[in-house]
Structure formats: C-alpha cells, structure tokens
C-alpha cells in the first residue's frame, strides 16, 4: 500500500555512509528530509546533491535533518561525494542511505515489492527512486513529491514547502499558491469570522471563503 499523506513512516533500522541509524530515532523531536535516488554517479543527481549541499545552513536553521537515499553501496556513496563536491561547492554533510537491498524503496513505495537490481543494471532499472518525503516531529509523512529522471527538483521549492508546513502546522492557517516567508496566509473557512477576528487581528475577506491574515509569529 502506497504511504500517504500523514502515515507514519516505517521505522526501519538502515546503513549510511555515516554508520546505521534507526528512521524514528534520526528524526527525533524536529523535521526531517528523504531524498532518493536511483543511482550514484549520475548526472542530475549529482547536481541535487550539490544544491542539498549549499543549503546545509538553512536546513540547520529550521531545525531539519536531511538523508539521501540511493541504491548503491557505502563505498561507492563516499566516492560518489567527492564528485559532488567537486561539481556543487560544499561538501555533503548528511548520510547517504545505501539501499541496495532496496529495503527503504520498497518500504516507501518507490519500488514495487517484487521489484529486484539485477546485473549490469542501469538507473531506468530503478527510475521511480527519485523522490522526496517531508517528515514532521511525530514521525509522519507531511508532503512528498516524486520526479522523472529527466527532471531535476527545485530544492528552493522543497525549501519553501517546508516553511510552509512548518507555519501551517504550528499556527493553524494555511498558505496560498506562491506563497514565500513573510507573506499573508490563508485562514481555515471552518473559523468563523468572529473567531478569526479573535485569533488573529485584522484580515482581509477576499472571498466570503477566502480570508488572508498576516502569518502569525
């Protein structure tokens, strides 16, 4: 059965390039990222690695973890590395999950359950492992995109997705299309306007459903 939108995700216990971590425990009491893909040394890859990289502070600065997932090995993890580095201009400071049992993949439904790496493989073998999971603090599943390889994810968009639900889970508002820090949100139609007026000040009633308010602090 795919993973939905807030299921809790399974607890496996895997391998990184950094040593074994159980999912629950490395998620802890803040947020977290998955992002996986389909094979070491690979072109688009290695250029979300290097973006994931860059954006290490910001990451730190919404108290978020970040794990790559690829279907390779540790060694081969902890050379592909240098060529990210090399190619994006930080150094990757998150573990690397080695799924080649493809135990995590299949877990989170990027594989099917028969699904196998067989000889000689190349990344089509494992095309649909190119995808990304936000986790909140209680161990589920917030958002998740998924991408073709051809593709390469917008890690500015996941970025703004997180502050979004960062915000959205903690305040009880929502945030509009394009919405960017700072920026007006949305307050829930199950609030009446007396008690939108009590909660959050001044808003604006766009629609009789519609009501933009500034995000609260």
């Known amino acids: 059965m795919a993973l939905r939108i807030n299921d809790e995700i399974p607890n496996l216990t895997v391998t990184t390039d950094q040593g074994s971590l159980a ?3 490395w998620v802890g009491e803040g947020w977290a990222i ?3 893909h389909p094979k070491d040394f690979t072109p688009v890859c290695t250029t979300e690695f290097g973006a994931v990289a860059r954006l290490q502070s910001e990451w730190d600065k919404r108290g978020t973890k970040v794990l790559g997932v690829s279907v390779d090995g540790v060694e081969e993890h902890k050379r592909w590395k240098a060529d990210i580095e090399k ?3 930080a150094a990757p400071q998150f573990p690397i999950v080695a799924d080649d049992g493809l135990e995590l993949s299949k877990a989170f439904d990027m594989l099917p359950a028969e699904a196998y790496l067989p000889d000689g493989r190349t990344p089509n073998d494992s095309a649909t492992v190119r995808a990304v999971f ?4 209680d161990k589920r599943l917030k958002l998740s995109m998924t991408y073709p390889m051809t593709v390469g994810r917008n890690f500015g968009e996941v970025l703004r997705a997180l502050d979004a639900l960062q915000l959205s889970t903690g305040k009880g508002v929502a945030t509009p299309a394009d919405w960017q820090l700072g920026q007006d949100v949305v307050i829930p139609a199950t609030l009446s306007d007396e008690d939108a007026k009590a909660k959050f000040g001044d808003f604006e009633t766009v629609l009789p459903y519609l009501r933009l308010t500034k995000a609260p602090q």
Do not use: E, K, Q, V
Request: glycine share 24%.
């Open 23 to 25: 999912l629950h425990d």
């Open 34 to 36: 998955i992002f996986s």
């Open 87 to 89: 190619a994006g201009g």
């Open 134 to 137: 936000i986790i909140g603090p």
